[in-house]
């Protein structure tokens, strides 16, 4: 079984930074993908960044330049640096581990941290 674990939400002021861990552990597939998802209320979830095993990351356009994802294979771990916050980034942040194997699609979830942008 897989876990993930999440850390480093909180309360900013618009301009700030937060920086989120998650820390997975139990039996991962080599090559997967690292991702933090978002989810604010009324809205659907959605895929903020990502990293998969030796690539570049993906950002979601309202992200970049502001945002930086990184993962650490050794440790199974991701991180996303959030700087320049706005309020339209309070969320709960959710990381997830993905794989596809065999043509089997694996996803595990965190189960979220909270991050509020006060203006």
């Known amino acids: 079984q897989v876990q993930l674990v999440e850390s480093g939400g909180g309360f900013v002021q618009a301009g700030g930074s937060l920086r989120l861990s998650c820390a997975a552990s139990?039996?991962?597939?080599?090559?997967?993908?690292l991702a933090w998802y978002r989810q604010a209320p009324g809205k659907q979830r959605e895929l903020v960044a990502s990293i998969a095993t030796s690539s570049n990351p993906n950002y979601v356009d309202s992200v970049k330049g502001r945002f930086t994802i990184s993962r650490d294979n050794a440790k199974n771990t991701v991180a996303l640096q959030m700087n320049s916050l706005k309020p339209e980034d309070t969320a709960v942040y959710y990381c997830n581990l993905h794989w596809s194997r065999y043509g089997r699609i694996t996803d595990y979830w965190g189960r979220g941290t909270q991050v509020t942008i006060s203006s």
């Open positions: 139990g039996s991962i597939y080599a090559i997967n993908t």
